[in-house]
Each structure stands twice: as C-alpha cells, then as structure tokens.
C-alpha cells in the first residue's frame, strides 16, 4: 500500500508539471476583489516569502483520521518558499480561496531571511492604498427574495456612481460584476420616508441565483479601474457543531499550527465533489463550503509526504474556513521560537 501511495505521489507529480486536470477551469480574480470578499484580517504572503509548513495543521483539515505512521520521514515543520499564487472563487458558492504553491528549501543557506521572510525583490508594498469597498451582513429584510436590499448610506454614496438628487425619484440602474466575471443589473433608488437607498429591481433575482440567507454578506468594491464589483461572504454556519476528527499525529514534535487553510492540489473530481458537497460542514442549502473536514487524509498525506521529499506541492487556502492555519511566515514562527518559557516555580 505504501509503494502504491508513493509511485501514485509521482505520477501525479509528473501529470501535473505537463498539463492541468481537465475538469479544472482556474479563471483568476482580481487580487482586489478577492481581499475585500476574503475580509479585512487576512493576509496572504506574497511569491517568494519563506513559510513554514506543518504537516500536523494540514491534517487538522482532513475528515476522516489522517495517520502519518507509515510516515517516518514527514517532519513536524518544513520551511517552505511561496512561489505561486492564484486567487480563486468556487464555481458554485463563490467562496474564495486561493492555491499556493510551495517549494521546500533544504540548505542550510536557504534557513537565513530577513526580518520579513521575504526573498529577492518581489516584496510587495504593503502601504499601498486599497480601493473603496463595502461590506454588510444581510437582514432577514435584505434576503427576502421578494424585497429590495437597504443599501448603507456611505456605500451609495461612496461606492455605487453617483446619483443624481435633483431628479425625483433619484434613480440610477447600475451594474456590478461578480467574481465570475457576470455583469448583475440593479435598480437603485432614493426614496421613503424618511429616504433611504434601495436596491430593487434585480436583487431578487440576484438573492436566488446566489442562494443567500440571512447572515450571509454582500460585499461592493471600487476597483481601481472603475469598475463597480458584487462578492459574497457567506455566514460561517457550523462552528463547533461538530466533533474534530483525530489527526493520528505521531512524529517528533507537538502540536504547531500556522496562515494557510488547505488541501493537496492534486484533488481527483470526486474528491472535489466532495468538497463541495458532502461531509466536512460542506454546502448547505447555500452551498457554501464551511467548516473542517474539506480534505480527504490521502491528500494530505501526499501533499506531506511531497513535502518531505523535498518535491514542489500546492495547498488550497479556504480564508474563511474557520479552520487552524499550517503555513506561517518563517520569520513569525522564528519569533515565537525565541521566546523563554519558564515553569513558576
């Protein structure tokens, strides 16, 4: 069985490098517009920062036990470098998330960072302004597929093109894309008593395709190119509903955990249905993907043992997955290792 793993580990190394599954359409989003839909908290190290990757936090993800002691060989943590990104959305929940791509260093050279973990001159501009964006969590009212949408004064007034008071009613149809790249069409409207900013016309229809519910969120963004966007933060439905699956971890080490929520890249199509639909806190009525237990423990284990062998591998980051992270910038985890623990005497 363990031959079997490891040959299987190097075919799909190999059919990897050549071409793309071919059930796997990867249209990218705008960085932008995936920020804002992921939330204001998280962060995302940039191509070619040195990480730490730690097989133990992968297997946190896994729904059924993940054993690594046919494993000897897979480390607790391994530093890794960041040498792809691509930013993703789920085809039907429009989740976002993003694959990563690491390779893992093994010199004793490759171990020296600066303070930041950052290699070479792709350090990005961290101060660089973000563009204008909006995000609220949708009332009982707002999800009402029969109902319009109260839109936040500041967000019509800072986000949506600007509308012209003298007319009456004020009304303007505006268009937003969604992550997809779909042009949605809305009536907005100025009216009541005392007035307020409507959605109406279209938001229905935008409410069911969607599937949202209330607490789920609706995020407009201002891209930097005019553009007016429409994401989707869906309710984190789930959290502590269930028993966490025992990762089986038995190598040196304890438990470390770290920024990357994920699975092995190299995910067979029924194992992607299952993600999307079935075990791990996975889609509701919504179709969101939420909760642990999106990984299939063959997956981690291979993405571990490819690590181990020093063999580039992918990991697939869910940010709002509520889930412990197991990728950490090298120089954090440096930091934490330097600190002195003392028992009270």
Known sequence: ????????????????????????????????????????????PPINTKVFYFA????????????????????????????????????ESDEVYAKIR??????????????????????????????????????????????????PRYCAETIFPRLDYSAEPPVQTILAKDVHGE???????????????????????????????????IVFLRADNGDLCVGIRRAKRGIGGGPESPSGWNAL???????????????????????????????????ALMGKGKARAVSVIEAATMAANGHPFEVVYYPRASAPEFCVKASAVRAAMRIQWCVPG
């Open 253 to 287: 080490g304890g438990n470390c955990a770290s920024p990357f929520v994920g699975y092995s890249a190299f995910l067979r199509e029924d194992e992607n249905k299952s993600m999307q639909n079935g075990s791990g806190g996975g889609a509701n009525s919504n179709g």
């Open 183 to 217: 042009i949605w069409k809305f009536r907005h409207i100025y009216r009541g008593t005392p007035r307020r900013h409507l959605l109406t016309t279209g938001w229905s229809n935008f409410v069911n395709q969607k599937k949202l519910v209330a607490g789920d969120s």
């Open 102 to 151: 690491l390779v893992p260093l093994r010199n004793d050279c490759d171990f020296d960072c600066d303070e930041d973990g950052f290699l070479g001159m792709e350090k990005t501009d961290q101060s660089q302004e973000k563009p204008a964006s909006f995000a609220k969590t949708l009332t009982q009212s707002d999800a009402n597929n029969g109902g319009g949408f109260s839109v």
């Open 1 to 44: 069985m363990l031959e079997r793993l490891k040959l299987g580990i190097g075919m799909i190394t190999v059919m990897n490098s050549m071409n793309k599954p071919m059930n796997e359409i990867e249209k990218c989003l705008d960085a932008q517009l995936w920020y804002a839909c992921a939330g204001g908290m998280v962060q995302i």
């Open 56 to 91: 133990q936090g992968h297997a946190e993800h896994a729904h059924d036990k993940v054993d690594f002691g046919n494993f000897p060989r897979i480390p607790p943590l391994l530093l890794c470098r960041v040498s792809g990104i691509k930013f993703l959305a789920d085809s």
